[in-house]
């Protein structure tokens, strides 16, 4: 666990639900297994999810969700968690939460034939950045989504703190070669901001839903180029490219996003995650070094 997240408890989401929602006080409770550190998820019954925050970080996303999904969700090609109830906090639970739809399908993993699933999830994400700003929450700070100059500082910050237990030479050369790359010339339109397998629904290899909008924002949607690096393999890569439409320029920010947020994952917290976390994030970092004119 990361320093400010909670354990969350099967008996505490039955207090929560018997005295806020008590017509859904008899319905049986499950947690989900962990998948990520945002929130704690339990099913509810057969169709709906409890959805509780693990870490003040997370806590946006219940008003984000509650504001922004239930309008987006009507302009999307597949379905997506719109909250049904907020709850507030109760007993020793300190914060708002949400129930939302439990959506069926399984989470896709690399080594299949994800070239379907590559051209639908661009689907997905095209549908998304074409959907009116509403005066959607902008992306600030280092935030996935910003101008991606605006991540230089702590990208190079990362790299030399890394040292030699990354190639810098290369690495700071990929990145050179991004930050020389034409910025998002559009105005600021709406992600995701994290798809990752995890937060991707599939049956027998076609998309069939998108969870977790805690990156939700509108920015540069170069960060949309994730999974193409995170998941798919060449082919299924070339499938999402091709199908997502983006420039060249968008493309080379996309993937030099990918490598920023694992610097500066690896810089941040080398001594609080596991050697396989390192061994694995490093390997990723020169994949994408490697192969980025792929």
């Not at 101008?147 to 030399?160: F, G, H, K, M, N």
């Not at 810098?168 to 990752?196: I, N, Q, S």
Request: hydrophobic letters at 45%; zero cysteines; glycine letters at 10%.
């Amino acid at each position: 666990m990361r320093p400010g997240e909670i354990v969350v408890a099967v008996e505490q989401v039955r207090a929560l639900i018997d005295e806020q929602f008590p017509e859904w006080s008899d319905l049986p409770i499950v947690a989900q297994p962990l998948n990520g550190t945002d929130n704690a998820l339990f099913r509810l019954g057969d169709s709906l999810t409890a959805r509780l925050p693990r870490a003040q970080w997370a806590v946006d996303q219940v008003a984000t969700d509650s504001t922004w999904l239930p309008r987006l969700a009507p302009h999307l090609p597949v379905p997506v968690p719109v909250p049904v109830a907020v709850g507030r906090p109760g007993g020793d639970y300190p914060w708002p939460w949400t129930v939302v739809p439990w959506l069926d399908g399984r989470n896709p993993e690399a080594g299949q034939d994800l070239v379907d699933l590559a051209v639908d999830l661009a689907g997905f994400v095209r549908a998304l950045i074409a959907i009116d700003p509403m005066g959607g929450p902008l992306k600030e700070g280092i935030q996935r989504g910003v101008p991606l100059v605006q991540r230089d500082e702590v990208t190079r910050r990362s790299i030399a703190a890394l040292g030699n237990r990354i190639d810098g030479r290369a690495v700071t050369a990929a990145w050179d070669e991004a930050m020389a790359a034409d910025e998002w010339p559009g105005p600021p339109v709406w992600l995701h901001g994290d798809l990752l397998a995890g937060n991707l629904l599939v049956d027998r290899g076609r998309l069939t839903g998108v969870i977790d909008f805690g990156g939700l924002g509108r920015g540069d949607p170069a960060v949309e180029v994730r999974p193409g690096w995170s998941l798919f393999d060449a082919r299924a890569r070339a499938a999402y490219r091709e199908a997502l439409g983006f420039d060249e320029a968008t493309w080379v920010r996309g993937w030099a996003w990918m490598l920023s947020v694992s610097l500066y994952w690896l810089a941040d917290l080398w001594d609080s995650i596991s050697e396989d976390d390192r061994e694995d994030t490093i390997r990723y970092v020169d994949y994408i070094v490697r192969h980025r004119h792929d």
